[in-house]
């Protein structure tokens, strides 16, 4: 009879025979594939240098290329906004301080002036402080002389106060700054705007500035309020230009949904590449083109010119 011992040995065997087997087996079958694994991370890392390589030359292109707008830019804009006045303001708190002192620059440069700066807050498009802007313009808030429309909301009568105490009517007298002061205290008391320059008066045109796209809760209500803003400054005086990123081209950015409106983008220019010197340039010339009453699309984004046309030299 076959003892306990022999079982033993025997399944002590049969382990031996398999722990060694897979012992051999992973050895083999491992080699090749951790030769492949090193020759992928080989490739990689060839890879990121190329990439990092071929970033510092575009970067170092860009860099050229923005230090050439800027070099050019006096030529370019001299004289496109003299006598004028542009009041600036960011539709959104991502507009950065940068980029309100680089138009600034560039209006300047344009031999024209910057009226003031206004940055809008989240609230003066929630649709949850329309009834206190409803009781404020239709109420104290209401300057003399003032006409508000009877058909539109909220956002209409808030655009349309702030566009009449703001901006210069071509042939019509500027507003009086003392109902600008008071229409912008009563609305900063409001949450729903700031000042952010140390001065504000009329203005003949705007620069809207705006920064990606609008997100959160009720979209379409926030910027079909931001875009009554937009309707109303252009109007009210010698034109408007919207100025944003690429971003905000987008469906849901203020740019997008001004250029998907053909009424509203054959009355306001719009700039996707506000970020760069050329979009800049566009910005102010734009302004120019505004008051000849011709408007554009500016930019890299589908169906844009690069930059409007260059006003012809006088002989």
Do not use: C, W
């Amino acid at each position: 009879m076959i003892d306990f011992r022999y079982h033993l040995v025997s399944l002590i065997a049969v382990f031996l025979a398999v722990a060694l087997g897979i012992v051999i087996g992973t050895t083999q079958l491992n080699q090749p594939i951790l030769n492949d694994i090193e020759n992928q991370v080989t490739e990689l890392e060839q890879d990121k240098r190329f990439l990092e390589d071929r970033t510092q030359d575009l970067q170092a292109q860009l860099d050229t290329s923005e230090g050439f707008q800027e070099a050019v830019a006096p030529a370019l804009v001299g004289g496109a906004l003299a006598g004028r006045s542009v009041l600036l303001l960011a539709a959104d708190e991502e507009v950065s301080a940068e980029t309100v002192e680089q138009v600034s620059a560039m209006i300047e440069e344009a031999d024209g002036s910057v009226s003031g700066v206004l940055r809008l807050r989240p609230e003066y498009s929630d649709p949850s402080t329309a009834t206190s802007l409803e009781n404020y313009v239709n109420g104290s808030g209401r300057p003399a002389g003032v006409t508000l429309p009877e058909d539109g909301d909220v956002g209409v009568q808030v655009a349309s106060l702030l566009s009449q105490v703001l901006m210069i009517a071509p042939g019509t007298p500027a507003p009086d700054t003392a109902a600008i002061s008071s229409v912008v205290s009563g609305l900063s008391s409001l949450d729903v705007l700031r000042q952010e320059s140390s001065a504000l008066a009329p203005a003949d045109y705007a620069v809207v500035l705006t920064s990606g796209e609008t997100e959160g809760d009720d979209v379409e209500t926030r910027t079909a309020t931001l875009v009554e803003l937009v309707r109303a400054l252009d109007a009210a005086g010698s034109g408007a230009v919207l100025a944003g990123d690429g971003a905000s081209a987008r469906e849901t950015g203020l740019v997008g949904v001004v250029r998907a409106d053909p009424e509203l983008a054959t009355a306001v220019s719009t700039v996707d590449n506000v970020g760069t010197s050329v979009g800049r340039i566009s910005t102010v010339l734009a302004l120019g083109r505004e008051a000849e009453g011709t408007s554009g699309k500016y930019g890299t984004g589908e169906d844009t010119q690069p930059v409007p046309p260059v006003p012809a030299a006088a002989p």
